[in-house]
């Protein structure tokens, strides 16, 4: 008998030691601006390209620079399917107030598929990534090198709101990213990315889209989050080199969000 209150006052103890963890939400704004490009071939092939560029205190601090490259392939004017390489630097905090950048390495895989419907124009995208992130000591050497999984649900729609078709469009999109492996114990929800904005086609290769984008990132710690009131400028490249192409369905950019 004893034995088992010893046990349960050590099972209570444990539960509320658990139920003071309370969950912590560290706000940001930022600002967060790319180029994307997509150069179409031929019907089936075609190359991309991104470069981003992510600021901290809106324009005060840097957060990151990303790089990313690789080969498409269409299926059909909806459906297309890429891979390829990426880099990312991520600034951190270093002790002489400075900033030390800590490089990702990344490859990717995706399929994206897209429709009409009415006004609206729907896409969607599952990306997967195998990232290699430097883990750095307080002075800035590489401690280690941690590998994760990390896969992306994306669904995005561009609605016609005026019967003008050179006026903005309306976009609201959601992207939710899980990640795993060895050191990913509390958070295998990586982040949410909410983006409502419009988007405008400048010419016949340009668009851009502007808006608001909150992004809620769970820490590894489990119970800590960021949660990054983003402003966001994104333009789109997107040449067709083809001869015949596809009026009702123009092409897009298949890459874009970091």
Request: hydrophobic letters at 40%; a positive charge; aromatic letters at 16%.
């Amino acid at each position: 008998m004893k034995r088992l209150i010893i046990i349960f006052v050590f099972l209570t103890l444990c539960l509320s030691a658990s139920a003071q963890t309370e969950k912590e939400i560290n706000n940001q704004l930022q600002f967060w601006t790319s180029i994307n490009s997509t150069w179409r071939f031929s019907d089936h092939w075609g190359a991309m390209g991104d470069f981003h560029v992510r600021r901290n205190d809106f324009l005060k601090d840097p957060n990151f620079y990303f790089l990313r490259a690789g080969g498409v392939y269409w299926f059909n004017d909806k459906i297309s399917a890429a891979s390829g390489l990426g880099a990312l630097w991520l600034a951190q905090k270093a002790q002489d107030g400075g900033f030390n950048y800590v490089l990702e390495k990344r490859i990717y895989q995706q399929i994206l598929w897209r429709s009409i419907n009415g006004r609206a124009r729907f896409l969607q995208r599952i990306r997967n990534e195998q990232r290699w992130h430097e883990v750095l000591n307080p002075d800035g050497s590489v401690n280690r090198i941690r590998f994760s999984n990390r896969v992306r649900f994306l669904f995005s729609a561009s609605i016609r709101v005026f019967e003008d078709e050179k006026k903005p469009r309306l976009v609201i999109a959601d992207e939710v990213l899980f990640h795993f492996g060895n050191e990913i114990i509390y958070n295998t929800f990586d982040q949410n990315r909410f983006f409502i904005g419009i988007s405008h086609r400048l010419n016949k290769d340009w668009i851009f889209d502007f808006g608001y984008m909150p992004v809620l990132q769970q820490k590894y710690s489990g119970y800590q989050y960021d949660l990054n009131h983003t402003v966001r400028l994104f333009f789109y490249l997107s040449p067709d080199l083809r001869k015949k192409k596809d009026e009702d369905l123009p092409h897009y950019p298949v890459g874009g969000i970091e």
